[in-house]
């Protein structure tokens, strides 16, 4: 069973949309989570990172944990085509990161 | 600041034949990891050094994958007689420390290895 669990996508939304991603993971025990960007043929770049449940926003991001449920989302307000990229959900696990495959989405114009 | 840097960009090694992929962290970090990322996958871990350390390695598919950081800055992962399973894109990432907020990792521009 794969420890940190993305649907693939594609998810596709209009410009101007919330778009909503979703990230499940396996250990109880993880305490830092994050969110990574990646463009087709680019390396990840990280966008947010979480530690306590509830929410964070940062500008038109905003990341949700609930550590109860093993449960972290992503939401893009005002979605704009050039969010269109692959998202990468990470868990920190010992020490180094465990990514879920991503979602792929595409915001239309 | 500068990020993290890899060299080469891309790589074309004939199966059998050993190659070397370079990382330069950011400047002061402490912490560097490899990944591994095959397409349509998010990137695995193969290992981690902290300075010049290599704490874990587990993450290595096999014994021809080295890794060393000898004097806690540029590292260096070599793969010797390539397979053509080997063809990834190779990610080097660099965090200040593994503290909280410190250990939000960068990742540089990758090594995108074909074997043929």
């Known amino acids: 069973q794969k420890e940190v669990e993305q649907n693939s996508g594609p998810l596709s939304v209009p410009e101007g949309a919330i778009a909503s991603l979703n990230c499940t993971y396996s250990?109880?025990?993880?305490?830092?989570f994050f969110w990574y960007r990646q463009y087709s043929g680019k390396s990840p770049e990280l966008i947010m990172s979480?530690?306590?449940?509830g929410d964070k926003e940062d500008g038109r991001f905003t990341a949700q944990l609930n550590k109860a449920s093993q449960y972290v989302s992503l939401l893009i307000r005002d979605s704009q085509p050039s969010d269109s990229a692959t998202y990468l959900c990470?868990?920190?696990?010992?020490?180094?990161?465990?990514f879920g495959s991503g979602t792929q989405l595409t915001v239309l114009p | 600041g500068a990020g993290v840097s890899q060299s080469p960009r891309y790589k074309v090694a004939k199966r059998g034949q050993d190659v070397a992929l370079r990382c330069d962290p950011i400047?002061?970090?402490?912490?560097l990891f490899w990944y591994q990322q095959a397409l349509g996958q998010g990137p695995e871990f193969l290992t981690y050094?902290?300075?010049?350390?290599?704490?874990?390695k587990s993450g290595l598919p096999s014994d021809r994958f080295f890794a060393e950081r000898p004097e806690g800055s540029v590292s260096t992962l070599k793969i010797q007689r390539t397979q053509q399973e080997d063809s990834a894109v190779y990610l080097c990432?660099?965090?200040?420390?593994?503290?909280?907020?410190?250990?939000?990792?960068?990742f540089g521009p990758g090594t995108r290895l074909t074997v043929t």
């Open positions: 990432a660099s965090s200040l420390a593994q503290v909280g907020l410190a250990y939000e990792q960068y």
């Open positions: 250990d109880r025990g993880s305490q830092s």
């Open positions: 979480i530690y306590s449940n």
């Open positions: 990470a868990v920190k696990s010992a020490r180094q990161l465990t």
């Open positions: 400047s002061g970090h402490v912490s």
């Open positions: 050094f902290q300075n010049e350390a290599q704490l874990d």
